[in-house]
């Protein structure tokens, strides 16, 4: 796996299956061909194609390990690099990488940037590729290499990426390594951003005479949690929140935010500490979609530093859990069929109590946060499988709490739309990564598209306008934004 969020640096990850001494070879690509005679720097191949590079300098680890980390600073902004990895282990063996090519990141506010976005690969009832270590394999690989060749230069992969739902931690991790198998073609060369889903789930499972029983996230949860484990497999930014009970799970590597040129992305993490829903009174956790107020206050806070940013031109979030479901999850979500009485439930000292604020008070602080945000180009959900895009602004039904709880029952009696989602923004969901299909059913809000097709999203950034396209596994441009701004521009007039 190679990362590159940094202008100047890049990290490689690779595994080893006896300890070894890992050290990458690393070479600035000059030119894609020779230009002179005698060349002015060794040549090496990738592929078919020959580049022309500088000196080759070499980086090395200080002890034997099987799992390696290796972060290389001095790098210049938006160049391309060639790496090659090497292990030696102490019976002298020795195993060397084919060549591979990356690219740093762009100076943040600079561009253009080409990105990707796939949401729900894991697996369903098929059989064979379909279902390889918990994941659509067939599926997956065929959408990344489609978003590599486009000239994907990122890609968000927005959770629910294998089966999961295991109580197994050697099973869960696993899962996720075949996933990465998977996914290699494109994560040697570019790097992946990762979000938990509701299906990365590692539980204690109970008994309680149920189909599934009562599951409670893993502990102990700084080293068995779903969210430790996650952790520990995947390499993203650390710069999450802090959890307000020590005692919970981690945020990090689980809710985080990067810029890559002139792009803001935040992940959220909207499956956060989850307990078999019915459960949660009795034993604490949170529901699908839940958000607690730390996280709350914290990407608050990203967004406002965003605003002020002049080098951030354009957010995208994305998270999991869809917020304004319309096909396959109108019971659950970030909506819960607008009952206001789901919510997490947290010790507070030895008593466990309700939090404060309940799903549909969350969901709409959550978005009014980014309807106040002039930057907020788009929230890319996955959750429902199937693509569909609605457009979120004052006028929409979306259910207000209290005001829409005539007999005070915590449930929405009616539908009233939010004077407080003054700038309108684009919810993208794209739940299409190989899961099986999910039905449209009725809902308050009216996507402008929809389909049952599976495909991955492929964004383009410049300074003009952020672009959006749906692409289906067959190739076929499903739909397609201009300016996902536009309607944001609108309202500035």
Same mark, same amino acid.
């Given at each position: 796996m190679v990362t590159s969020d940094s202008p100047t640096q890049a990290t490689i990850i690779w595994e080893t299956d006896l300890p070894a001494l890992g050290l990458v070879h690393l070479a600035r690509v000059i030119s894609s061909a020779p230009k002179t005679t005698p060349s002015p720097g060794p040549a090496v191949k990738v592929g078919n194609v020959e580049y022309l590079v500088d000196t080759v300098a070499s980086f090395s680890e200080a002890s034997q390990l099987t799992r390696h980390q290796l972060t290389i600073s001095g790098l210049q902004p938006e160049s391309e690099y060639i790496y090659v990895i090497q292990g030696d282990t102490p019976n002298g063996e020795r195993v060397v990488s084919e060549p591979y090519l990356f690219k740093t990141a762009p100076r943040p506010g600079q561009g253009p940037v080409t990105f990707s976005f796939i949401s729900d690969t894991r697996a369903g009832e098929e059989r064979g590729e379909r279902d390889y270590m918990g994941h659509n394999s067939s599926v997956l690989s065929r959408l990344t290499q489609d978003a590599y060749r486009r000239g994907a230069e990122l890609m968000l992969a927005d959770g629910d990426l294998i089966k999961g739902y295991t109580s197994d931690t050697e099973d869960f991790r696993l899962q996720l390594k075949g996933w990465k198998q998977s996914v290699a073609g494109f994560w040697r060369s570019r790097p992946i951003f990762t979000a938990m889903g509701n299906h990365e789930a590692l539980s204690?499972?109970?008994?309680?005479?149920?189909?599934?029983?009562?599951?409670?996230?893993?502990?102990?949860?700084?080293?068995?949690?779903?969210?430790?484990?996650?952790?520990?497999?995947?390499?993203?930014?650390?710069?999450?929140?802090?959890?307000?009970?020590?005692?919970?799970?981690t945020y990090q590597k689980n809710a985080y935010h990067f810029q890559y040129g002139p792009v803001l992305f935040i992940c959220v993490n909207n499956n956060y500490w989850w307990t078999t829903n019915q459960a949660i009174p009795t034993y604490g956790g949170s529901p699908e979609?839940?958000?607690?107020?730390?996280?709350?206050?914290?990407?608050?806070?990203?967004?406002?530093?965003? &605003?002020?940013?002049?080098?951030?031109?354009?957010?995208?979030?994305?998270?999991?859990?869809?917020?304004?479901?319309?096909?396959?999850?109108?019971?659950?979500?970030?909506?819960?069929?607008?009952?206001?009485?789901?919510?997490?439930?947290?010790?507070?000292?030895?008593?466990? &109590?309700?939090?404060?604020?309940?799903?549909?008070?969350?969901?709409?602080?959550?978005?009014?946060?980014?309807?106040?945000?002039?930057?907020?180009?788009?929230?890319?959900?996955?959750?429902?499988?199937?693509?569909?895009?609605?457009?979120?602004?004052?006028?929409?039904?979306?259910?207000?709490?209290?005001?829409?709880?005539?007999?005070?029952?915590?449930?929405?009696?009616?539908?009233?739309?939010?004077?407080?989602?003054?700038?309108?923004?684009?919810?993208?969901?794209?739940?299409?990564?190989?899961?099986?299909?999910?039905?449209?059913?009725?809902?308050?809000?009216?996507?402008?598209?929809?389909?049952?097709?599976?495909?991955?999203?492929l964004f383009h950034a410049d300074a003009s306008r952020l672009s959006l396209k749906f692409i289906s596994i067959t190739g076929q441009v499903i739909d397609e934004v201009d300016d996902l701004m536009a309607v944001k521009k609108k309202v500035a007039k």
């Open positions: 204690n499972v109970y008994d309680d005479g149920s189909p599934h029983g009562i599951q409670l996230d893993k502990w102990p949860y700084n080293e068995q949690s779903a969210e430790a484990v996650f952790a520990d497999e995947f390499y993203n930014p650390v710069n999450g929140p802090q959890p307000s009970d020590p005692r919970r799970p979609g839940y958000i607690f107020e730390e996280q709350l206050s914290w990407f608050e806070n990203v967004l406002t530093q965003a &605003e002020a940013n002049a080098t951030v031109r354009y957010v995208v979030v994305f998270c999991q859990q869809v917020v304004f479901p319309c096909g396959g999850h109108m019971k659950d979500g970030m909506w819960w069929q607008g009952d206001n009485n789901v919510r997490a439930y947290s010790r507070k000292g030895q008593k466990l &109590e309700p939090e404060k604020l309940g799903m549909i008070e969350v969901r709409n602080r959550f978005w009014k946060s980014m309807a106040q945000s002039t930057k907020v180009a788009a929230v890319l959900t996955g959750h429902e499988h199937s693509y569909h895009r609605t457009l979120i602004d004052q006028r929409t039904p979306v259910g207000l709490f209290p005001a829409d709880d005539a007999n005070k029952d915590g449930k929405l009696d009616q539908i009233s739309a939010n004077p407080d989602f003054v700038q309108p923004t684009w919810q993208i969901t794209a739940g299409t990564g190989g899961a099986p299909y999910h039905a449209p059913e009725d809902s308050p809000w009216t996507p402008a598209v929809m389909s049952l097709q599976r495909g991955y999203l």
